[in-house]
Each structure stands twice: as structure tokens, then as C-alpha cells.
């Protein structure tokens, strides 16, 4: 189990690593990566093995603490998309803000 657990270890950095840049396409393969390895090394234990319990509560830590950074993410994301709204054009002229449907075109 041991090259099994630092595959998913190696697979948790690698997906931790692209949400922390905000490279949410790729974090999504990763993550699906993870979950193959994760199904894969759950499948190779016996029914019962604490070692179950070990993984899930690896994979429900992993999930958590994934799901709060890509909410962060678009937090930020959208504080910076109001504040481009309000920003002053050339000198001291400020611009007024758009309305939702002139963004979204």
C-alpha cells in the first residue's frame, strides 16, 4: 500500500497545486486522476481493512479543503471584476459602472 499511498499523495500535491494557481481545467483532471488512483487502492483492500477508513477520511479532508480554495478563488476573482468596474478612465474620470447584462455580452 505504501507506493499506492504516495501516489496519492503525489496526485492530492499535484491537485492542490493547480487550484492554488487558479488552473481550475487542470485541477479537474487531477482530480479525476486522484479519484481513479483512489478507487483503485480502495479496491485492492479487503471489506474491512482500517485502512479503508484511513483513505476516506484522507479523500473527505482532500475534498474539503479543495472545494473552500476554488470557492476563494472565485470570491477574489469577483471582487476584482467589481473593482474593474468602478476603475477611473484616463485622468480622474470615473467610469460608471456596467450593468450585468453589459458584461455578460
Known amino acids: ?23 481550475y481545467r487542470e485541477a479537474q483532471d487531477a482530480l479525476r486522476e486522484y479519484c481513479r488512483a483512489l478507487r483503485a487502492a480502495a479496491a485492492g483492500l479487503p471489506r474491512g481493512n482500517p485502512e479503508l ?6 479523500w473527505r ?16 476573482a469577483g471582487a476584482r471584476l467589481a473593482r474593474l468596474s468602478t476603475l477611473t478612465k484616463g485622468y ?5 459602472p456596467r450593468s450585468r447584462l453589459e458584461w455578460l455580452a
Not at 501516489?7 to 487550484?19: F, I, P, Q
Not at 477508513?53 to 484522507?58: P, S
Open 61 to 76: 479532508r482532500l475534498e474539503r479543503e479543495t472545494r473552500r480554495r476554488v470557492l476563494a478563488g472565485r470570491a477574489q
Open 1 to 23: 500500500m505504501n507506493s499506492g499511498a504516495g501516489e496519492l499523495d503525489e496526485l492530492a500535491t499535484r491537485l492542490r497545486t493547480r487550484v492554488a494557481e487558479g488552473r
Open 53 to 58: 477508513a484511513r483513505l476516506e477520511d484522507r
Open 92 to 96: 480622474g474620470e470615473i467610469v460608471k
